[in-house]
């Protein structure tokens, strides 16, 4: 014990005012610290933008895409003769060949992920107007049960669109960008996170004797 003054102040308890004083007054580290403080929030926003801007280019690439295989449709260079073909023939592709022929159109990603995230539904219309195909994408399932592939014969009006789900990985992105949760197959449902890009083509068929299709429609 010792007097300051007319009071009586315990030693410890000066001690430990000084220590932390000296603690508080301490500047050494602070810069590191706040700089803690901010990295994890800066790092989650710039690769949200990178993200985001790999969105918008990939959109574009599977548009280019979808273009260009959209005109080999409609002049019969290709020709899609219906889901259940197996092999392709030159001219009429079965459908993996005909995803890989858009996936060869698309160079940002590997080709195993294009063809694993890409889907696609050719179909016939009866004209171009008033028409509704069915939307695989409803309340967050991506249901690929209902797609068809079908180019039909010279002069039909098709509809050619191409989905590639994109795996969202950046956290802020999780709720304003996802709108697919579930992907429905004929095997079974798988759950992820993407953000499924889509690009249509419509167009009619030149009328060319070489446009020939004898499988049936979807």
Same mark, same amino acid.
């Given at each position: 014990?010792?007097?300051?003054?007319?009071?009586?102040?315990?030693?410890?308890?000066?001690?430990?005012?000084?220590?932390?004083?000296?603690?508080?007054?301490?500047?050494?580290?602070?810069?590191?610290?706040?700089?803690?403080?901010?990295? *994890?929030?800066?790092?989650?926003?710039?690769?949200?933008? *990178?993200?985001?801007? *790999?969105?918008?280019?990939?959109?574009?690439?599977?548009?280019?895409?979808?273009?260009?295989?959209?005109?080999?449709?409609?002049?019969?260079?290709?020709?899609?003769?219906?889901?259940?073909?197996?092999?392709?023939?030159?001219?009429?592709?079965?459908?993996?060949?005909?995803?890989?022929?858009?996936?060869?159109?698309?160079?940002?990603?590997?080709?195993?992920?294009?063809?694993?995230?890409?889907?696609?539904?050719?179909?016939?219309?009866?004209?171009?107007?008033?028409?509704?195909?069915?939307?695989?994408?409803?309340?967050?399932?991506?249901?690929?049960?209902? *797609?068809?592939?079908?180019?039909?014969?010279?002069?039909?009006?098709?509809?050619?669109?191409?989905?590639?789900?994109?795996?969202?990985?950046?956290?802020?992105?999780?709720?304003?960008?996802?709108?697919?949760?579930?992907?429905?197959?004929?095997?079974?449902?798988?759950?992820?996170?993407?953000?499924?890009?889509?690009?249509?083509?419509?167009?009619?068929?030149?009328?060319?004797?070489?446009?020939?299709?004898?499988?049936?429609?979807?």
């Amino acid at each position: 014990m010792r007097s300051i003054g007319c009071k009586i102040i315990p030693v410890k308890r000066v001690l430990h005012r000084r220590v932390f004083d000296k603690f508080a007054n301490n500047r050494r580290g602070a810069t590191a610290i706040e700089f803690c403080l901010v990295a *994890l929030p800066l790092l989650f926003l710039i690769v949200a933008i *990178l993200e985001i801007g *790999l969105i918008f280019v990939m959109s574009f690439n599977l548009s280019n895409a979808a273009g260009a295989v959209g005109r080999e449709l409609r002049v019969g260079e290709i020709i899609a003769p219906g889901a259940s073909v197996t092999s392709s023939t030159g001219v009429q592709l079965d459908l993996s060949d005909f995803k890989t022929a858009i996936c060869d159109r698309i160079q940002m990603v590997p080709k195993a992920i294009c063809l694993s995230q890409l889907q696609v539904d050719v179909r016939t219309l009866s004209s171009f107007q008033n028409q509704s195909p069915p939307n695989p994408l409803s309340g967050g399932t991506f249901n690929t049960t209902g *797609l068809c592939y079908y180019s039909g014969g010279a002069g039909s009006v098709v509809e050619f669109r191409a989905y590639y789900l994109w795996p969202i990985v950046t956290p802020l992105l999780l709720n304003g960008v996802v709108n697919v949760t579930s992907m429905q197959t004929s095997s079974g449902s798988n759950s992820g996170s993407w953000f499924a890009l889509t690009a249509t083509e419509v167009f009619k068929n030149e009328p060319s004797s070489s446009i020939t299709n004898t499988s049936n429609t979807c």
